[in-house]
């Protein structure tokens, strides 16, 4: 079957780091996408990883590790606009089909 | 500008009716999917599409149905048959076999009253 698990909310403090973790038990893994979501808004895109490894862009990185089958989000120099939730999405590919299958997101917010 | 347009964002309907919500897109994309966002959850993915004329069921289709006669135009209608219908729901489109990911539409919020 598939399952993506994250936590469902966190909090952290406006200037700090937060790590928000994605584990996941899918087929045809074709890649992890992070996307952020604010309320009653459609996602936003974040990050994508298909290789193991670190991806930094700006004050967001991403961690992909294919054989644990896990993913980290990172947010560094929060900001109160970064309160929001974050989706964790697999990009899987089976029968001919390409479709991402999202996580339950995690609600983080960020306090002054 | 392309984009993936997503209407009404909001839409009332009362309980029993079938209601019929519009995703058009002008970007050329082969793929469309719908999905469904409850409070508090991720995206329940309702059905996709790959080409014209051809959809497939996700996971949560029971209650819904779709129609592709169009590239650009992917409407989803919810049916009387579907017992919670209440939901915010979004569209999205990608490139056939991409796996750079998807745009999506602003949502359609629906209420069933």
């Known amino acids: 079957g598939q399952n993506i698990d994250q936590p469902t909310e966190m909090t952290a403090t406006e200037g700090a780091i937060v790590q928000i973790n994605c584990t996941y038990q899918?087929?045809?893994?074709?890649?992890l996408f992070w996307y952020q979501q604010h309320a009653g808004e459609a996602p936003t895109f974040l990050s994508y990883?298909?290789?193991?490894g670190l991806e930094e862009k700006g004050r967001f990185s991403s961690f992909l590790s294919r054989s644990k089958g896990y993913s980290y989000l990172l947010l560094k120099e929060l900001q109160m606009k970064d309160s929001a939730s974050y989706l964790c999405?697999?990009?899987?590919?089976?029968?001919?089909?390409?479709?991402?299958?999202f996580g339950a997101g995690t609600r983080l917010a960020v306090h002054p | 500008d392309g984009g993936i347009t997503q209407s009404p964002k909001y839409l009332f309907r009362k309980e029993g009716q079938n209601v019929t919500l519009s995703c058009e897109q002008n970007?050329?994309?082969?793929?469309m999917y719908w999905y469904r966002q409850d409070p508090g959850q991720g995206l329940r993915l309702i059905y996709y599409?790959?080409?014209?004329?051809?959809?497939q069921k996700g996971d949560i289709a029971e209650g819904y149905s779709v129609s592709r006669e169009k590239k650009e135009s992917f409407p989803l209608t919810v049916t009387s048959a579907q017992k919670n219908p209440t939901a915010f729901y979004l569209c999205?489109?990608?490139?056939?076999?991409?796996?750079?990911?998807?745009?999506f539409g602003s949502g359609t919020r629906l209420t069933v009253v």
């Open positions: 970007l050329n994309h082969d793929a």
């Open positions: 999205a489109s990608s490139i056939q076999g991409s796996v750079v990911g998807y745009t």
């Open positions: 599409s790959q080409i014209v004329n051809d959809f």
């Open positions: 990883n298909v290789l193991d």
């Open positions: 999405a697999v990009s899987t590919f089976s029968g001919g089909y390409n479709k991402l299958i």
């Open positions: 899918t087929s045809g893994f074709n890649g």
